[in-house]
């Protein structure tokens, strides 16, 4: 499966933009990338997923590297209620539905 | 919404006992999942199924068994559980085969402690 880097944490203010970054420079054209994120005490949500093309939903904004050997997941205007471990995923789309998460990013936002 | 849930969210057992973890989902999905989280290694995949009586292998399967009988209900099942099985352990489920947009929905967790 291939792999992603993700830094371990980073720190934000409220209103302020937050981009978090992943690199997957082993991504096949069949692997779709996807985030999700874990708040305190909850299991992981999904966020947004893309293949090729910037992605954009209520949530955040994916930008995704045109040789797609790296994505950015976007929050617009970061809130206390974004704290949370942020997840990069790989999913390949012909071999099993399964996910494979990593160690995440802890985003702290302060007030 | 879809509602994932698990029947404890804190369990304590004692070495050797047999540990049963429920999970049910409400809205019809073909995969669920057993994943279990510890600090420093993020979730790792357990078993899997893609439909009733049909289990696969995950990443770290060893010390644990999964059962699905219906559609709605995924057990992972510790035969004797071990202090190691102390962990973070979160049931998610998804539509279907063939939609690789999918996305999957997690249960909140059950924390199990092995004495």
């Known amino acids: 499966d291939a792999k992603t880097t993700q830094p371990n944490s980073m720190e934000s203010n409220e209103e302020e933009p937050v981009h978090l970054p992943c690199n997957h420079s082993t991504i096949s054209g069949t692997d779709y990338i996807h985030w999700y994120r874990q708040l305190p005490s909850q299991g992981p949500e999904y966020v947004i997923h893309g293949l090729t093309s910037n992605v954009n939903n209520r949530m955040a904004s994916l930008a995704i590297a045109e040789d797609r050997k790296s994505s950015t997941l976007i929050l617009h205007r970061a809130t206390l209620r974004d704290a949370a471990v942020y997840y990069c995923?790989?999913?390949?789309?012909?071999?099993?539905?399964?996910?494979?998460f990593g160690t995440g990013t802890r985003l702290q936002v302060f007030p | 919404d879809v509602k994932v849930t698990q029947s404890s969210r804190y369990l304590v057992k004692r070495t050797g006992e047999k540990v049963f973890l429920e999970c049910v989902q409400d809205m019809d999905h073909e995969n669920m999942f057993w994943y279990r989280q510890d600090p420093g290694l993020g979730l790792r995949l357990i078993y899997f199924?893609?439909?009733?009586?049909?289990?696969e292998k995950g990443d770290i399967p060893e010390g644990y068994s999964v059962s699905r009988e219906k559609k709605e209900r995924f057990s992972l099942i510790l035969e004797s559980a071990s202090t190691n099985q102390t962990s973070m352990y979160l049931c998610?489920?998804?539509?279907?085969?063939?939609?690789?947009?999918?996305?999957?929905?997690f249960g909140s967790g059950t924390q199990l402690s092995v004495l």
């Open positions: 199924s893609y439909d009733v009586k049909m289990k």
């Open positions: 998610a489920s998804s539509y279907g085969p063939g939609d690789h947009g999918e996305k999957l929905f």
């Open positions: 995923i790989l999913r390949d789309a012909y071999n099993t539905d399964k996910l494979i």
